[in-house]
């Protein structure tokens, strides 16, 4: 099948979600500088890293498709983990805590358009060896908080409130509306 957009973004998840829906893609990842800015709120800055992964891409015959997501609790982006003892820390921080999953889509085609998606996110209170045991699967390591919701860290999610999918990496709804604005339609 021919490609109806290319995916800035060599996240599995994504592919999967977009897969999900029936949208043709052509893969094309962006690497960035993902350092937050001095003072920048974490909406704004998953909004500007999805805008330049977007932009990035030099493309006039394809709209390009970018994402970002971050994991934020009390105002502080919790990216992937460095290491084992920075994925301990931010789970530990996460245990028995509501934090907000913020995913920001960005489009260019005939125009740039974005949407953000915010999620709360609720964990149940978590135990050191159930931390230490998820860290041993190797989920976590790759993770924005060191926890996939789509797979084993689903067992610490107590409530959602938001999408489910933006959590994973893509909000469905959010992304088949600025599609269908550029005149990619799912049905």
Known sequence: MT???????????????LGQIGIQYHVSPVNLDE???????????????????????????????AADTTVVLDDVIFGKPEDK????RMLRQLSGRTHQV???????????????????VTFKK?????IIAYWATGEPKDKAGAYAIQGLGAMFVETIKGSFSGVVGLPIFETVEILAKEGITIL
């Open 102 to 120: 913020y995913t920001a889509v960005s489009l260019r085609g005939l125009e740039h358009r974005q949407v953000l998606s915010a999620t709360e």
């Open 85 to 88: 003892h920075h994925a301990l």
């Open 35 to 65: 350092t937050p800015l001095p003072d920048e709120q974490p909406a704004v800055y998953v909004q500007r890293i999805a805008a330049e992964k977007s932009a990035a891409i030099r493309n006039n015959l394809l709209p390009v498709l």
């Open 126 to 130: 978590l135990s050191d060896q159930e």
């Open 3 to 17: 490609a109806q957009i290319i995916l800035a973004s060599a996240s599995p998840r994504r592919r999967e979600l």
